[in-house]
Nanobody
Framework: QVQLVESGGGLVQAGGSLRLSCAAS????????MGWFRQAPGKEREFVAA????????SYADSVKGRFTISVDNAKNTVYLQMNSLKPEDTAVYYC????????????WGQGTQVTVSS
């Protein structure tokens, strides 16, 4: 099992920045993929960014490319999401997730942290 705890959400004005953190514990050595997702009110959960722990290869949703940066500190088992130039449409609950050992799906999820961007 893997436990995930997110932090760093809050209220920020449009154009501002926030950094989310997600600390993983448990059988983290077996999970190579880590990602961030978000869910806005009335909408489905959507992919934001992902990183492969061993290679640091990253991927992003088109809506956040150039504004968000995902990174990982393997020594701390923590994944980060630096969010710059925030827009009101970035308002959502942000979740971090970790893949299963096979990397085939995100099997472990955090409780979520609220990000609100005011216009």
């Amino acid at each position: 099992q893997v436990q995930l705890v997110e932090s760093g959400g809050g209220l920020v004005q449009a154009g501002g920045s926030l950094r989310l953190s997600c600390a993983a514990s448990g059988r983290t050595f077996s999970s190579n993929g880590m990602g961030w997702f978000r869910q806005a009110p009335g909408k489905e959960r959507e992919f934001v960014a992902a990183i492969i722990r061993s290679s640091r290869i990253t991927s992003y949703a088109d809506s956040v490319k150039g504004r968000f940066t995902i990174s990982v500190d393997n020594a701390k088992n923590t994944v980060y999401l630096q969010m710059n130039s925030l827009k009101p449409e970035d308002t959502a609950v942000y979740y971090c997730a970790v893949t299963n050992p096979y990397g085939s799906s995100y099997d472990y999820w955090g409780q979520g942290t609220q990000v609100t961007v005011s216009s």
